[in-house]
């Protein structure tokens, strides 16, 4: 197959059949297609002993959306790749790719069944003890490996090339910085909301501090990042934690995973008003999820400072205080980031099941009215947050 052709389940098996290596060659096989994201199909071959593969094939346009959305299939290769370099410096946290072809779009990845998606399982109530610690790792080592730290400027030039991803790019562009401070077609929210987002759309402090965060993602190329860690890109059980679906990847400012991370947490903090009614099960629930903020704050700040201490190679940042210095942007703009997923998950098009998923009419307006808030309040005040108390103190001060 040397040109691109959309698979279905049985394509995708003849394709795996005439590849081998996955199965034994005698090995009855069966495929289903089960994707629920917005962009791709995801099929899972298996054999009936259990042995199993994840094929994605990215299609040319939004899956969720249809052909009037037409979109690169060089995300695949941008997916399989960013894959390789974070798997390369953090393999205990991200998904393994098997086999990739560009033509195709096709990415061959571990099954990761045993597993489960995080989203789903948070908004069960579940909690999950390493998740801080695990999903700092996996920002800490993939910004500083693939940082000025540790690459030389010349290595980053050709990666920053290889990861030029204006497609993918644009769409968190428009949906995270534009859409949801202007009215868009692409808006979604109730008609009870629509004061609130008036009065949203009129703040002009507001809208100054999300240009900054725009012109920032636009123009910081501080590391590889992930490009979309949200509660449906990690897979957990008790012991794992596993990012996949990085097909968002390009050099871009640290901030911007981090604060996509918190941001989803802070949502599944503010559903859960609505979807827990009993409160000390309310109260735990709460009080994890504020303490995976801080974790992850915490051993982000730690691990990313001890490589730099330990690893850097260029001589100006080794310089002493300039890593204490750049982990305050950072900081920074993972709050003001953070701001931004709460509220484009609110208004924008793209949603999350957290709130969404809520039950009762006005449980699920209050929450959308407490993550519009709190969002708002993250962007505006993100610049005077010097610390991660700071960061706290914020916090507790908005969500109580
Ligand atoms: C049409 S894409 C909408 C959203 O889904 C992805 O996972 C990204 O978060 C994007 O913003
Ligand atoms: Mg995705």
Known sequence: MNEYIAFDSAKALEYVQQLGGFFADDAVLNCYEFGDGNLNLVFRIADDSNNSIILKQALPYARRVGESWPLTLDRARIEANVLLKHGAVCEAHTVKVLHQNDTLAVTILEDLGHLAILRGELNHGKTFPNLGRDVATYLATTA???????????????????????????????????????????????????????????????????????????????????????????????????????????????????????????????????????????????????????????????????????????????????????????????????????????????????????????????????ALFVGQQLILNASSVKNKDDFSQLLLSLIQ
């Not at 990690?234 to 991370?261: A, R």
């Not at 827990?276 to 990313?304: C, G, M, N, W």
């Open 144 to 370: 500083f490996y693939y940082s000025d730290f540790y690459l030389t400027p010349a290595e980053k030039k050709a990666l920053v090339m290889e990861f030029t991803n204006p497609e993918l790019c644009s769409i968190t562009e428009d949906l995270f910085f534009d859409d949801p401070y202007r009215p868009s077609e692409r808006n979604n929210y109730p008609k009870a909301l629509a004061p609130e987002v008036t009065k949203l759309q009129a703040n002009l402090a507001l809208k100054l501090a999300v240009a900054k965060l725009k012109a920032t993602f636009f123009s910081s190329p501080q590391a590889l990042l992930h490009g979309d860690v949200h509660s449906g890109s990690i897979f957990v059980d008790v012991n794992t934690t596993k990012l996949i679906d990085p097909e968002f990847g390009f050099f871009g400012p640290i901030g911007f995973d981090l604060g996509s991370f918190i941001g989803n947490l802070l949502l599944n903090f503010v559903a859960q008003n609505g979807r827990i009614s009993a409160l000390p099960k309310r109260r735990d629930v709460h009080t994890y999820l504020l303490s995976t903020i801080q974790t992850t704050l915490s051993d982000f700040e730690q691990q990313f400072k001890h490589l730099a201490h330990t690893k850097t190679r260029d001589l100006a940042l080794q310089t002493e205080g300039y890593v204490e210095s750049f982990l305050v942007d950072v900081l920074q703009d993972a709050v003001g980031y953070c701001g931004t997923e709460l509220v484009r998950r609110t208004i924008g098009l793209a949603h999350v099941s957290d709130i969404d998923g809520i039950e009762d009419d006005n449980k699920r307006l209050a929450a959308q009215v407490q």
